[in-house]
Each structure stands twice: as structure tokens, then as C-alpha cells.
């Protein structure tokens, strides 16, 4: 008796699998209606069940009538999204949110082993790029976790812990996931390359799969800047700080071209709007000087950087001059400060050879002959030279240009560029040891 009873089990299974598989409703419904004979959550030689079955075949129908009888769920939500069904995306999220299965259902994973044990359905939207389906997830609490702190359902450092971590970064490195999912989708591209290049240096082996996602997010982002339109929307782009965008809203500095430079984003710094928006920048002031010959701006520049002291010494006395607004000027002040510096490496230069044997004292000594010349007592012993004098001048106004700077700025300048203010910091300490030294030995 037991045995005719799962003989006919199985064959209520055969039959209820094959009405799906032919997306016959009326059987569906016979079927469900008496589903205490059989099981519902049946399996055929592939592993499918009714409702993947239906999703494979793309019936909304079939799929709707099983999700109202309750059926299991398993692995439907996953195919789903693998074939890119945004209806039965929705329809199932909609279902799981109402049998209160929110949010574990939504990390299914596939049963018969076809895909990585760690694929979820948005890890797997993602991987397809799927912008609608994404959307649908996202909305209902899907959530993609740093891949630092994932979950893996496999044991650490095994390849299959590596290549569920790829996985996630794939995922992450999706355009429509990051569209979706940040406020600042070209900010969020610069930190993620960036990231991915630095994990391709650590996890050597699979450097090449890092190395592509990063060129991914670095085209994405190029991508994105392509459609600027006007100066405007340029100008908002390029100078954006998601830090301080609400605070003041100017657009004073090329904020992300910094941040593409630091991040080594080279397809977004060598694009064409950026190029533009740097270049007109960099002459704003000279609206002309693009035009000239390259004699005329060789001999200006020349004339530029001669002139810097008249000029610095202007800006600090009548800031709001015609001749101090040069200095405001991106080109003019960098030719200024190349001047400076070699007038600086110019000075050091002339104290390391300047030897005032003037103002030594050539006096006979009792047995009627010169004393012998000792120059390390002469150099250490001497007053200030004018070199010296210039140096130190230019010293004060390097540590001033840095304070200001550091003032003007905030922790967050040193923050982004510690490396290059430690060596700042240091080269200063340097200057102003050998000050204090040379005015001990003075005054002693």
C-alpha cells in the first residue's frame, strides 16, 4: 500500500513538473489544489523545480500561481536574475517580502552547484551590469558587503576564497552598481581602482583579473566625464569635494583631478575636458597668450621670472594692484616660483664658495710673519654675508607659504598629501637648524 502510494507520489511529480515545463495553468492549478498527494518543491533530473523552471522558461503566469500556493523558493530568485527576468525579479522579491523572509532570502545561493558557493543574486546582477534588476534588489535591502570583512561560505586562503573575492570586487566594480549606490559614482571609481591596484601588487597571482577591474573603473570614470556638456556642468564635475560641497559650494580648486592624479586614474587626468578645463585655467588671465609665437612666450616667460621679486614685493604691499594680480595668474605664478627656486639654489651655491678674505685681519705676529689662514674658524666666525642674508629671507617666506597653506586647507591638506608636507616639514627643519646654529656661533 505504501509503495503504490509514492509510486503515485512520483508520478503526481512527473505530471506537476511537466505542466511547468509546458506552462500548462489549468493543470497547475489541479495540481496545487491537491497538493497534500505530492511534494511541491519536486526536483527533475536537472535539479530544477517548478518554480525555476517556470523563470528558465520566462512564464510570469506559472511563476505568479506557485508563489501564491507558497511554494519553496530555493534557488528561483538567483536564476532569475541570471537570465536577467526583471518581472519575476520583482515578483519574487515582492513574495519574500510578504512571507516576512526579508532579508535572508535575498542571498540565496545556487543548489546545484553550477555557480561560486558565494554568488548571490545582487552579486550576480552586478556581474552583468544589470541596471534594472540591480534596482529592483537594492531597493528591497540587497546589499553587497566589503569584501574585507564578506562572509565567505569557504575556507580562507583556498581558491575558492580568492575567487569569491574576485567575485565581490567584480561586483563592486560594477558601472551600474556604483551608479546606484553612491553619491559620488566618479569619486567612488577613483577609490575602488585604486584599491584594485593595490590589491594586484599584494595578491600577485591574480594580478591581472585586479588589474582589469581596475582599468574598468578607471574607464568608467573617463566615461562619465564624457558627458559634460557645457563649461558649467565641467566645471562642477572637475571641481567637486563631496566633503565640503554643502559647506561652501565654490569651485576654486580642480578637486578631482587631484584625486584622479593621487589615484593614478590616467585615462580621466588625460581626457579631453579635463585637459581643457586645466589648460584654460592655467592661462586664465592670459586670454591670448595661447596665440602667441613661441619666441614672444619664451622671451615673456624669461622677462616673468627676472621680474618675480619686483612682482612679489607688489603683492605684498598693494595686493589689489593690476601688476599683483599677475601673481594670481596659475602661469605666471609658476614661472615666479621655478625663478625663485633656482635663485635659491643659486645663493646656496654662492654661500658654499663665498670667501670674504677681505675682512680677514693680515697682521704680523711678533716674529714678523702672517698667521696661517684658518678658513674653518673664518667661515663659522665671519658676520652674515649678503647671500646668507637673502637665505635666510627666503627660508622665512618657504615656512610662511607652508603654514598659510596648512591654515588655509586644514588637517585634510595634510592628510591627502603626507608624504610630500613630511618632507616639506623636514627640508624646513633643516633650514632653520642650520639658522639657529649659525646664530648660536655668532653670538658665543
Same mark, same amino acid.
Given at each position: 500500500?505504501?509503495?503504490?502510494?509514492?509510486?503515485?507520489?512520483?508520478?503526481?511529480?512527473?505530471?506537476?513538473?511537466?505542466?511547468?515545463?509546458?506552462?500548462?495553468?489549468?493543470?497547475?492549478?489541479?495540481?496545487?489544489?491537491?497538493?497534500?498527494?505530492?511534494?511541491?518543491?519536486?526536483?527533475?533530473?536537472?535539479?530544477?523545480?517548478?518554480?525555476?523552471?517556470?523563470?528558465?522558461?520566462?512564464?510570469?503566469?506559472?511563476?505568479?500561481?506557485?508563489?501564491?500556493?507558497?511554494?519553496?523558493?530555493?534557488?528561483?530568485?538567483?536564476?532569475?536574475?541570471?537570465?536577467?527576468?526583471?518581472?519575476?525579479?520583482?515578483?519574487?522579491?515582492?513574495?519574500?517580502?510578504?512571507?516576512?523572509?526579508?532579508?535572508?532570502?535575498?542571498?540565496?545561493?545556487?543548489?546545484?552547484?553550477?555557480?561560486?558557493?558565494?554568488?548571490?543574486?545582487?552579486?550576480?546582477?552586478?556581474?552583468?551590469? #544589470?541596471?534594472?534588476?540591480?534596482?529592483?534588489?537594492?531597493?528591497?535591502?540587497?546589499?553587497?558587503?566589503?569584501?574585507?570583512?564578506?562572509? !565567505?561560505?569557504?575556507?580562507? !586562503?583556498?581558491?575558492?576564497?580568492?575567487?569569491?573575492?574576485?567575485?565581490?570586487?567584480?561586483?563592486?566594480?560594477?558601472?551600474? !552598481?556604483?551608479?546606484?549606490?553612491?553619491?559620488?559614482?566618479?569619486?567612488?571609481? *577613483?577609490?575602488?581602482?585604486?584599491?584594485?591596484?593595490?590589491?594586484?601588487?599584494?595578491?600577485?597571482?591574480?594580478?591581472?583579473?585586479?588589474?582589469?577591474?581596475?582599468?574598468?573603473?578607471?574607464?568608467?570614470?573617463?566615461?562619465?566625464?564624457?558627458?559634460?556638456?557645457?563649461?558649467?556642468?565641467?566645471?562642477?564635475?572637475?571641481?567637486?569635494?563631496?566633503?565640503?560641497?554643502?559647506?561652501?559650494?565654490?569651485?576654486?580648486? %580642480?578637486?578631482?583631478?587631484?584625486?584622479?592624479?593621487?589615484?593614478?586614474?590616467?585615462?580621466?587626468?588625460?581626457?579631453?575636458?579635463?585637459?581643457?578645463?586645466?589648460?584654460?585655467?592655467?592661462?586664465?588671465?592670459? %586670454?591670448?597668450?595661447?596665440?602667441?609665437?613661441?619666441?614672444?612666450?619664451?622671451?615673456?616667460?624669461?622677462?616673468?621670472?627676472?621680474?618675480?621679486?619686483?612682482? #612679489?614685493?607688489?603683492?605684498?604691499?598693494?595686493?589689489?594692484?593690476?601688476?599683483?594680480?599677475?601673481?594670481?595668474?596659475?602661469?605666471?605664478?609658476?614661472?615666479?616660483?621655478?625663478?625663485?627656486?633656482?635663485?635659491?639654489?643659486?645663493?646656496?651655491?654662492?654661500?658654499?664658495?663665498?670667501?670674504?678674505?677681505? #675682512?680677514?685681519?693680515?697682521?704680523?705676529?711678533?716674529?714678523?710673519?702672517?698667521?696661517?689662514?684658518?678658513?674653518?674658524?673664518?667661515?663659522?666666525?665671519?658676520?652674515?654675508?649678503? #647671500?646668507?642674508?637673502?637665505?635666510?629671507?627666503?627660508?622665512?617666506?618657504?615656512?610662511?607659504?607652508?603654514?598659510?597653506?596648512?591654515?588655509?586647507?586644514?588637517?585634510?591638506?595634510?592628510?591627502?598629501?603626507?608624504?610630500?608636507?613630511? !618632507?616639506? *616639514?623636514?627640508?624646513?627643519?633643516?633650514?632653520?637648524?642650520?639658522?639657529?646654529?649659525?646664530?648660536?656661533?655668532?653670538?658665543?
Amino acid at each position: 500500500m505504501d509503495w503504490s502510494r509514492e509510486s503515485a507520489s512520483k508520478h503526481l511529480e512527473k505530471l506537476f513538473l511537466a505542466a511547468a515545463e509546458k506552462g500548462d495553468k489549468k493543470a497547475m492549478i489541479v495540481a496545487l489544489e491537491n497538493k497534500g498527494h505530492f511534494n511541491t518543491d519536486c526536483v527533475d533530473s536537472d535539479g530544477r523545480s517548478a518554480l525555476v523552471i517556470a523563470v528558465h522558461n520566462r512564464n510570469l503566469d506559472i511563476i505568479k500561481l506557485l508563489l501564491e500556493h507558497e511554494t519553496g523558493l530555493g534557488d528561483a530568485l538567483l536564476r532569475a536574475v541570471d537570465i536577467q527576468y526583471t518581472a519575476a525579479v520583482q515578483i519574487i522579491c515582492e513574495n519574500i517580502k510578504k512571507r516576512n523572509l526579508l532579508p535572508d532570502a535575498l542571498y540565496c545561493r545556487a543548489l546545484n552547484g553550477d555557480l561560486h558557493p558565494d554568488i548571490t543574486p545582487v552579486i550576480l546582477a552586478a556581474h552583468h551590469n #544589470s541596471y534594472d534588476v540591480l534596482r529592483v534588489l537594492l531597493e528591497f535591502g540587497a546589499r553587497i558587503e566589503d569584501p574585507e570583512t564578506y562572509t !565567505f561560505t569557504t575556507e580562507e !586562503f583556498t581558491l575558492q576564497q580568492s575567487v569569491g573575492m574576485i567575485n565581490v570586487y567584480k561586483a563592486l566594480a560594477s558601472q551600474a !552598481f556604483m551608479a546606484l549606490t553612491s553619491d559620488d559614482p566618479i569619486d567612488k571609481a *577613483f577609490s575602488l581602482s585604486h584599491k584594485l591596484l593595490t590589491l594586484s601588487e599584494r595578491n600577485y597571482e591574480f594580478r591581472s583579473q585586479y588589474e582589469e577591474l581596475a582599468k574598468q573603473c578607471e574607464v568608467f570614470a573617463a566615461d562619465l566625464l564624457s558627458h559634460v556638456r557645457d563649461s558649467t556642468e565641467q566645471a562642477i564635475v572637475l571641481n567637486h569635494d563631496p566633503d565640503s560641497w554643502a559647506i561652501t559650494g565654490k569651485f576654486n580648486e %580642480p578637486y578631482k583631478v587631484q584625486r584622479a592624479i593621487k589615484c593614478y586614474q590616467k585615462q580621466f587626468v588625460a581626457h579631453a575636458h579635463c585637459q581643457q578645463r586645466l589648460i584654460e585655467r592655467w592661462f586664465y588671465g592670459l %586670454p591670448h597668450w595661447r596665440k602667441q609665437g613661441e619666441f614672444t612666450c619664451f622671451f615673456l616667460s624669461i622677462l616673468m621670472g627676472i621680474s618675480y621679486p619686483i612682482l #612679489s614685493i607688489c603683492y605684498m604691499l598693494a595686493p589689489g594692484c593690476k601688476l599683483s594680480r599677475l601673481l594670481r595668474i596659475p602661469y605666471v605664478k609658476f614661472i615666479c616660483s621655478t625663478a625663485s627656486s633656482m635663485t635659491f639654489l643659486l645663493l646656496l651655491g654662492m654661500q658654499a664658495f663665498d670667501i670674504d678674505v677681505t #675682512s680677514y685681519n693680515y697682521t704680523l705676529d711678533e716674529n714678523g710673519t702672517y698667521p696661517q689662514f684658518n678658513m674653518d674658524v673664518f667661515q663659522k666666525t665671519r658676520p652674515p654675508s649678503f #647671500s646668507e642674508t637673502l637665505i635666510v629671507f627666503w627660508v622665512i617666506g618657504y615656512t610662511w607659504a607652508e603654514i598659510t597653506d596648512v591654515w588655509k586647507k586644514g588637517p585634510r591638506s595634510l592628510k591627502e598629501n603626507f608624504a610630500w608636507k613630511t !618632507f616639506d *616639514f623636514l627640508t624646513i627643519s633643516l633650514y632653520w637648524a642650520w639658522i639657529a646654529i649659525r646664530l648660536t656661533i655668532l653670538l658665543q
